[in-house]
């Protein structure tokens, strides 16, 4: 159980880190609102229940559970407003660019 | 000594988001480092309860993921009337 919950750790912590690197990799605000809020989910989600898994108690694994349904709950929820407030900013700019030239 | 090592790679995380905090060329991409900034946070928490053998750690990450989610929501909607605003004059 520990080597199940330790692989889930790792597993998470790079997948938080391959999020984290899409910030700087990728070019516009829309692309890296896409890399990370939906791999930054996916790495808090498996962080979290590996610990449930190291920690063995009933304890862990019910705080784990809420902290993974509100996670999965509320991660859509916020990316669809950050998506639709970079959409709205990109295009905001384009118009003064626009009005500019 | 396994999870100092994942503690170092979660501050790396860390690091980058700040990074683009500062950085961000929009308000839009400061949001998404804020993002990332709380996740990391939320790992961290459970790498205490995980250092320190206690569950109160875990209540502390139910707490930030809670105010993750309402932060983000607030500064997207603040970012999204601000531009319609501006868009109306």
Do not use: Y
């Not at chain 1, 930054?40 to 705080?63: D, E, K, Q, T, Y």
């Not at chain 1, 996670?71 to 384009?94: F, N, Q, Y």
Request: aromatic share 6%.
């Amino acid at each position: 159980m520990t080597t199940v919950g330790t692989l889930f750790i790792v597993l998470g912590v790079l997948v938080l880190l391959l999020a984290s690197s899409g910030l700087f990799v990728l070019k516009d605000a829309l692309s890296r609102q896409h890399a990370a809020t939906k791999a930054g989910s996916l790495g808090i989600v498996m962080i979290v229940s590996g610990a449930a898994l190291i920690g063995g108690n009933w304890s862990w694994v019910w705080r784990a559970m809420v902290i993974v349904i509100l996670v999965w709950c509320t991660m859509p929820v916020a990316s669809h407003m950050l998506a639709r407030a970079a959409i709205r900013e990109s295009r905001s700019k384009d118009e003064v660019s626009d009005t500019e030239l | 000594m396994m999870i100092i090592l994942l503690v170092l790679i979660v501050f790396g995380c860390v690091g980058v988001g700040t990074l683009r905090f500062v950085l961000g060329p929009s308000d839009a991409d400061r949001i998404v480092a804020l993002d990332i900034l709380f996740s990391s946070a939320v790992a961290l928490c459970t790498f205490a309860a995980l250092s320190t053998q206690r569950v109160l750690f875990l209540d502390i990450a139910i707490g930030v993921a809670l105010i993750s989610f309402v932060a983000t929501l607030a500064w997207s909607r603040l970012l999204e009337m601000r531009n319609s605003h501006k868009e109306e004059i």
